[in-house]
């Protein structure tokens, strides 16, 4: 069973940058795909980014310019790097993986206020 940890949420003042970091407990292989999303207080939870094995990369509009997913296939690994971060971000984010199964990381917090 894969488990993935994430870490590098935290409080950052707008216009503020923040990498979240998502690593798998073993050997992926470079396979399947990766995503981040994000849940606001009193949304539903919206993908933000995902990343193909190819590493072509998808972004919704509202962090299109601003936000990077990459991927370190010989780690087993994904980032997410948030630039000009905006209050608008803030939420809990969650890393996931699809590939033999879909699966989630346990959430950290991404808070943006001055």
């Known amino acids: 069973q894969v488990h993935l940890v994430e870490s590098g949420g935290g409080l950052v003042q707008p216009g503020g940058s923040l990498r979240l970091s998502c690593v798998a407990s073993t050997y992926l292989r470079g396979i399947g795909e990766w995503a981040w999303h994000r849940q606001a207080p009193g949304k539903q939870r919206e993908r933000v980014a995902l990343i193909d094995p190819d590493g072509t990369a998808t972004y919704i509009g509202a962090v299109k310019g601003r936000f990077t997913i990459s991927r370190d296939d010989d780690k087993s690994a994904a980032y997410l790097q948030m630039d000009n971060l905006k209050p608008d971000d803030t939420g809990v984010y969650y890393c996931?993986?699809?590939?033999?199964?879909?699966?989630w990381g346990q959430g950290t917090q991404v808070t943006v206020s001055s």
């Open positions: 996931n993986w699809l590939g033999a199964m879909n699966t």
